[in-house]
């Protein structure tokens, strides 16, 4: 609680409660430009045994932030919460967060071009990046890190794709892969996002046990 009513306190009008007895929470966050390039909005939940046994499920939602760049971004928040167990780390993972999106700002990195990120969007609409209520059962976090010698070494499973369905402007395809391993995991994922469009999407959700 204490933390929660000193995020709200710093970050202000930025800091949005969706559903406070679930403790779903989420924060708008951008470059710190007068007029920002890069933003993003983080959600989280906040499980019975966080932050003492169980680490804040999470979403990283913006228009850009696919492929690579998302990997990246969910590696770095997983190491925080590794080096800071038993913690609370909402702040650091939003200041790490903000420190990102100032580099990629000071960077030649070319703004987001949001209209091209998402088949959902006509030309002529503009992307409102909303907080909406996150499903606790349908995000999982890789709260394990796995150094780049252990990724090489593992397996990479077969992997099955299912047929697209199309409804109204979305089209959804799961994607299945036999995983023994967090690693398997990994490299089943890094081998989905080599494809164009699974990369480009903006909603990939992903689970595994």
């Not at 959600?43 to 804040?56: A, M, R």
């Not at 959804?172 to 995983?179: N, R």
């Amino acid at each position: 609680i204490d933390e929660i009513e000193a995020l709200s306190s710093i970050y202000g009008e930025d800091w949005c409660v969706v559903d406070e007895d679930e403790k779903i929470y989420c924060i708008k966050i951008n470059d710190c430009l007068d007029q920002p390039k890069w933003t993003l909005c983080l959600q989280v939940i906040l499980p019975p045994g966080y932050p003492t046994v169980e680490p804040p499920i999470y979403q990283l939602n913006a228009p850009w932030l696919r492929g690579e760049d998302y990997m990246k971004l969910a590696n770095s928040l997983e190491e925080i919460y590794v080096q800071n167990l038993g913690e609370s780390i909402l702040y650091l993972w939003v200041e790490k967060i903000r420190e990102v999106l100032i580099e990629k700002a000071q960077s030649s990195d070319p703004e987001p071009d949001i209209k091209k990120t998402s088949e959902e969007v006509n030309e002529d609409d503009d992307f409102l990046l909303d907080c909406q209520p996150v499903q606790a059962d349908s995000i999982k976090m890789l709260n394990y890190i796995t150094s780049e010698s252990q990724e090489v070494d593992e397996e990479l499973p077969s992997i099955h794709h299912g047929n697209p369905i199309t409804d109204r402007r979305s089209t959804f395809q799961a994607h299945l892969a036999p995983v023994v391993t967090p690693g398997q995991v990994k490299r089943v994922l890094e081998k989905l996002y080599e494809n164009k469009k699974i990369a480009s999407a903006t909603h990939n959700i992903y689970a595994y046990r």
